[in-house]
């Protein structure tokens, strides 16, 4: 168990700050990307407010296959380009969506989800999977959580994969 002590109650580059530091500490010198996936997911789990879902898809092959996460029980697989998830490793590029009702094709695994971020990991330039995060409150994801997010998920991607 480990406690890093992280306020919610601070500017957004000051949390993304400490999260980045936190998942360095709990990632560095561990080569298992499944356990890095799992302390990682549940770091912003505890640490970021109001999520419903938080975790990780893998690409295996040609498709993403479910991978840690902290929530509701979720699809297992997803097609590259389909949903959320799916367009973020097909384009290799963030996305930060306000509403997931007005998603094409956007996969409801929970029907509380009203919007989600999704950031793609990338590992020797290709994309080997992706972080999922969802809200039950609309619009819930500003553009310091994309920026936050993208940038600690790079500090971490060697250790992802
Ligand atoms: N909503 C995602 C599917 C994964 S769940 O949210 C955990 C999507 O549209 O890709």
Request: hydrophobic share 45%.
């Amino acid at each position: 168990m480990h406690d890093f002590s992280i306020s919610q109650d601070q500017s957004p580059d000051i949390l993304y700050q400490d999260l980045i530091s936190a998942a360095r500490a709990l990632t560095d010198g561990e080569p298992d990307a499944i356990a890095n996936m799992a302390n990682v997911s549940a770091l912003i789990w505890q640490y970021v407010p109001d999520l419903n879902w938080a975790g990780f898809y893998r690409l295996l092959g040609d498709e993403l296959v479910l991978g840690p996460f902290q929530g509701k029980s979720a699809c297992i697989r997803i097609a590259m380009g389909k949903g959320v998830c799916g367009a973020a490793a097909a384009t290799n590029q963030v996305q930060r969506v306000a509403d997931v009702h007005s998603f094409p094709g956007h996969i409801a695994c929970d029907a509380d989800s009203r919007s989600e971020l999704v950031v793609p990991v990338c590992k020797d330039g290709k994309v080997i999977a992706v972080l999922d995060l969802d809200s039950p409150l609309p619009d819930r994801f500003s553009v310091e959580d994309e920026t936050g997010m993208t940038n600690l998920i790079a500090a971490v991607s060697n250790n992802l994969g």
